[in-house]
C-alpha cells in the first residue's frame, strides 16, 4: 500500500460521517412540530347538560352539535340501554369541566358505550348527592 493510499485511509477514518442529510432532519422536524389531532370527547345528553343547545352554551361552541344514539356497554349488572350523546372537541371538553367545577352542584362522572364499534368512555353530568 502506497503513502498516499495510507493517508486518505486515514483522513476516511478521520472523517465524522454525516448521518442525517438535510432531507431526513427536515422530517424529523416536521413529525416533531406536528400538532396532535384533537381527541373525541363523549357527552352523554343528561340533565343538567340534557340537550344539544345547552351543550353548546357550555362548551362554547359555534353550533349545535349533532345528538346521536349508541348503546352503553352492560357491566356490573347493568343491562345495555340506549343513550343520547355529542360529540366535542378538547377545547370544548375542556369549556365543559370548567363549568362542572365551578358548578357545586354539578359532578362529572362516566359510563361506557359502543362508539364506532369499540368501547369508549361517554362523559355525564350528574347532580352531587346532598
Known amino acids: 500500500m502506497s503513502w498516499k493510499e495510507q493517508m486518505k485511509i486515514e483522513a476516511l477514518k478521520n472523517q465524522k460521517p454525516d448521518r442525517w442529510s438535510h432531507e431526513v432532519w427536515a422530517e424529523a422536524a416536521r413529525r416533531f412540530h406536528q400538532p396532535e389531532p384533537s381527541r373525541i370527547h363523549l357527552?352523554?345528553?343528561?340533565?343538567?347538560?340534557?340537550?344539544?343547545?345547552?351543550?353548546?352554551?357550555?362548551?362554547?361552541?359555534?353550533?349545535?352539535?349533532?345528538?346521536?344514539?349508541?348503546?352503553?356497554?352492560?357491566?356490573?349488572?347493568?343491562?345495555?340501554?340506549?343513550?343520547?350523546?355529542?360529540?366535542?372537541?378538547?377545547?370544548?371538553?375542556?369549556?365543559?369541566?370548567?363549568?362542572?367545577?365551578?358548578?357545586?352542584?354539578?359532578?362529572?362522572?362516566?359510563?361506557?358505550?359502543?362508539?364506532?364499534?369499540q368501547r369508549k368512555a361517554a362523559w355525564l353530568a350528574v347532580p352531587s348527592p346532598g
Not at 340501554?81 to 362529572?108: A, H, K, Q, T
Open 43 to 117: 357527552i352523554l345528553l343528561k340533565p343538567p347538560l340534557g340537550t344539544p343547545e345547552m351543550i353548546q352554551q357550555v362548551a362554547g361552541l359555534s353550533e349545535i352539535p349533532t345528538a346521536e344514539r349508541t348503546t352503553t356497554v352492560p357491566e356490573h349488572g347493568n343491562k345495555e340501554e340506549i343513550v343520547s350523546f355529542c360529540r366535542v372537541g378538547d377545547d370544548g371538553y375542556c369549556m365543559i369541566c370548567d363549568w362542572m367545577g365551578r358548578n357545586p352542584d354539578v359532578l362529572r362522572t362516566y359510563i361506557y358505550v359502543t362508539f364506532e364499534g
